[in-house]
């Protein structure tokens, strides 16, 4: 996927770990809405890729990470 800062506003998951750098992943709230699919990238890499996951594959792994269903993975 190819987009930029500049273009696309990304916000921080609140699911990612302390604001210490590490573990953390944004989502474009705004390119989900007008491209009909949801952009994840690693936000210690925002000039990286970003992938691009369908509105149902990624409410199933929201509803995953929330009910704590990668326990042991």
């Known amino acids: 996927m190819n987009t930029t800062s500049a ?13 210490d750098g590490s573990n ?29 996951f369908g509105p149902g594959v990624w409410a199933a792994f929201i509803s995953a990470v929330r009910s704590d269903g990668f326990t042991g993975v």
């Open 24 to 52: 953390c992943v944004e989502w474009s709230p705004s390119y989900a809405a007008d491209h009909g699919a949801v952009p994840v990238r690693d936000s210690k890499h925002p000039d990286g890729p970003a992938l691009r």
């Open 7 to 19: 273009t696309t506003a990304w916000v921080k998951s609140t699911y990612s770990g302390p604001d």
